[in-house]
């Protein structure tokens, strides 16, 4: 049996799974390291996590002694989680994925239990402590775990980009040859979540359950251009308040026109990796909320209306959970 924790910033998730690779139980926790951030203090996140795994275990009708290994990914190997594990440098294919484990001599869950961090993976540099890293310096802590999936499930033959909608967006390129090569990240759903939750733009994009989209996606994305460009980003963020007031657009035409706009600006962010980019190619897969990645989409093959492209949406929980935990399960296939 083998317990997987995916360690994300603001949560934890726990996933307990058996020698054939199912699902048995799944686990919640608030508790991220932003929390162990605040607090300085990586006691409290230690007994979170040990809390997690022993009420999963016990939610699949377990006990401790069943479990062999503990996998763990995500910002638990980050400087605001368990410890620091150092970033591998790309090009990352599965293989060396898999030499780069670190085993915990840690007695966290168990002295019988192997504890399992998967590696984080960076951006190649030419130079380091360069100011010119900014324009392509970018690392990865989970989205690795991922992208493994992916290659896991849909055994792609030809080289592919992985979108992923969280609170950040983050694109990740893969060569034919299945390694990772680089990344680029935006902030766009920290800026999303801000607007959406401390500002007084929040009420008019809270979606009513009777209240559908009236507008079409290309419509929205078009407004979304043109607010932004003759009234500036600022502005543009703040018209779904007189929106709701002047004009006929709902609740849900106004939240995908301001999904819009910070689409458009992650655009700016990624342009490599799309039409004429050095990291361009014709097939994606986009993980994350099923409105925020169609919308997406729609704009991509606006921007590459000259190239025909093909995107897989990984949309729900449900598959976004499987693409983790086969991820996990590859990368930690030896142990």
Do not use: W
Request: proline share 2%; glycine share 6%; net charge negative.
């Amino acid at each position: 049996m083998k317990a997987v924790l995916d360690c994300g910033t603001t949560n934890t998730k726990c996933y307990i799974i058996n020698d054939e690779g199912t699902l048995l139980a799944e686990g919640y926790s608030r508790f991220g390291v932003k929390d162990n951030a605040l607090k300085q203090d990586r006691e409290d996140y230690k007994k979170d996590l040990k809390l997690i795994v022993s009420n999963t275990v016990l939610k699949a009708g377990l006990s401790m002694s069943n479990i062999k290994v503990v996998i763990a990914f995500g910002m638990i190997s980050s400087d605001l989680g368990l410890m620091v594990l150092p970033h591998a440098e790309a090009p990352v294919g599965i293989a060396d994925q898999q030499k780069n484990i670190q085993i915990l001599d840690s007695s966290l869950f168990g002295t019988e239990i192997t504890f399992c961090l998967i590696r984080g993976i960076k951006n190649p540099l030419e130079k380091e402590k360069d100011l010119q890293n900014v324009f392509t310096c970018d690392f990865m802590r989970g989205e690795e775990t991922q992208v493994a999936g992916v290659i896991e499930k849909f055994k792609p033959k030809e080289d592919f980009n992985v979108i992923m909608f969280s609170s950040h967006l983050k694109i990740i390129h893969v060569s034919c040859e299945m390694k990772i090569q680089r990344s680029m990240t935006t902030m766009s759903g920290q800026i999303f979540d801000c607007i959406v939750n401390n500002t007084v733009v929040g009420k008019s994009v809270m979606v009513h359950d009777a209240e559908k989209q009236t507008m079409s996606n290309e419509q929205l994305i078009q407004l979304a251009e043109d607010t932004v460009e003759q009234t500036g980003l600022m502005r543009a963020f703040l018209l779904p308040r007189f929106m709701e007031s002047f004009t006929e657009m709902t609740s849900m035409d106004r939240l995908i026109y301001l999904d819009a706009i910070l689409a458009l600006e992650d655009l700016k962010a990624i342009k490599e990796y799309y039409g004429e980019g050095r990291f361009a190619s014709q097939k994606y897969y986009f993980i994350g909320q099923k409105t925020r990645c169609e919308m997406f989409a729609d704009i991509l093959k606006k921007k590459c209306s000259d190239t025909p492209i093909e995107i897989e949406i990984i949309d729900g929980k449900e598959k976004n959970r499987e693409i983790s935990i086969l991820g996990a399960l590859k990368l930690t296939e030896n142990y």
